[in-house]
């Protein structure tokens, strides 16, 4: 089965300041941001990838772009990899949000929130599985495939893919320039590492 790269974007001064990015374009890697993403090129120098998968966020592709430089291959752009759509939060700093009930959900019980004029936590998350299942379904089995996303849905996607309910996502770790190992194939998957940030040894596990 294909392994799987599930790579966050670099460090950005939304990440820095707190706040929520959501779709709002014009995000872009901040200088640790940069550094992030070079570090990844040159941990996955040696890894034989196929292919490179994007979200469209600015923040995402200028991870990935150092990556698909030193492979020599084209990124891929996904819209179905972006970040969640938090709708009326894009913009707010989440320490104010914090304070609010919704808040409370969002950590407690994510299944039953949808942000106002977003998407719920489920409706990226199917979103997510479907781009992913057509991702999986063009690649051989030994394929080594990146995708560079963000944190949510990373963690939504390992969720779906170990059988972890919606609701324990959050228990889940992804920093900024990190990246989790899978496999996955049709029917299976398999968590190697998560949430594993450069210098990182490199090693094929056959599947």
Sequence with gaps: MPLLLLIRHGENEYVKTGKLAGH?????????GRQQAEGLAKALAHVPLKAIYSSTLERAVETAE???????????????LRDNDIGKWQGRSWKVLRRTKKWKLVQRAPSRFKFPEGESFLETQTRLASCL?????????RDIVALVFHADPVK?????????????????????????????????????????QPPFEFKINKK
């Design 24 to 32: 709002l374009p014009g995000v872009h890697l901040n200088a640790r």
């Design 66 to 80: 150092p990556i698909a430089q030193a492979h020599k291959i084209k990124i891929q752009l996904r819209p179905d």
């Design 133 to 141: 299942d057509e991702i999986v379904a063009s690649h051989k089995p």
């Design 156 to 196: 939504l996607l390992v969720a779906h893919l170990i059988g972890l309910p919606l609701d324990n996502f959050q228990r889940l770790s992804c920093d900024t320039g990190s990246v989790t190992f899978m496999y996955v194939g049709e029917g299976s998957a398999h968590l190697i590492r998560l949430n594993q």
